[in-house]
């Protein structure tokens, strides 16, 4: 099974600020089946970014994925306040999907 | 509009069996493969089960292989996941999710709340 471990475990940033974040796979990933999700409370995780690059029709561009191999990163490029929730990655391989802990996105 | 509702949920004992339910509406079921992922109380997403679209594949999660079986009723428009042998740590919100592209999950139910406490 692929562990995902995402860094940081949360952070705080003020509107209009560039956030990156980071998933490390525990080996390769085919970076076809690397995804990421936004989870707000009370809320399903919503699909944002797929394959890794690839926007989900309706999700604003300031989202951004990239990486390939055990190296993956989501980035908002200017962080509005409704950003606020927690950002899984998600992967697959060998029948087996796995998610990372997540990173808290907090805006000041 | 796509829609998935999940329901089967509740209390029960460690050692216990439930099966879970999810009524699928707003698009082509049988073109989808179908999973269940649960998620425990302040936790991040676990998926549990896959189906094919036809329902002759199906994949489970080692942390829960030979306790459940997932199916599927393409007539219906329904998913179902069996648990056997639930324990304390199986408590969480049981999401019915549609399998996607390159694998991902990109429609989710408001899913059915599991606990298993004596």
């Known amino acids: 099974e692929i562990v995902l471990t995402q860094s940081p475990g949360s952070l705080s940033s003020s509107p209009g600020e560039r956030v990156t974040l980071f998933c490390r796979a525990s080996q390769s990933v085919s970076s076809n089946y690397l995804a990421w999700y936004q989870q707000k409370p009370g809320q399903a995780p919503r699909l944002l970014i797929y394959?890794?690059?690839n926007r989900v029709t309706g999700i604003p561009d300031r989202f951004s994925g990239s990486g390939s191999g055990t190296e993956f990163t989501l980035t908002i490029s200017r962080l509005a306040p409704e950003d606020s929730a927690v950002y899984y990655c998600?992967?697959?391989?060998?029948?087996?999907?796995?998610f990372g802990q997540g990173t808290k996105v907090e805006i000041k | 509009e796509v829609q998935l509702v999940e329901s089967g949920g509740g209390l029960l004992q460690p050692g216990g069996s439930l099966k879970v339910s999810c009524a699928a509406s707003?698009?082509?079921?049988?073109?989808?493969?179908m999973s269940w992922v649960r998620q425990a109380p302040g936790k991040g997403p676990e998926w549990v089960a896959f189906v094919s679209n036809s329902g002759s594949t199906t994949h489970y999660a080692d942390s829960m292989r030979g306790r459940v079986t997932i199916s599927r009723d393409n007539g219906k428009g329904s998913l179902s996941l069996q648990m056997n042998s639930l324990r304390p740590e199986d408590t969480a919100l049981y999401y019915c999710v549609r399998t996607w592209r390159e694998n991902t999950f990109d429609m989710w139910g408001v899913g059915t709340m599991v606990t298993v406490s004596s």
């Open positions: 394959g890794p690059s």
């Open positions: 998600q992967q697959y391989g060998d029948t087996q999907w796995t």
């Open positions: 707003g698009f082509t079921f049988s073109t989808y493969g």
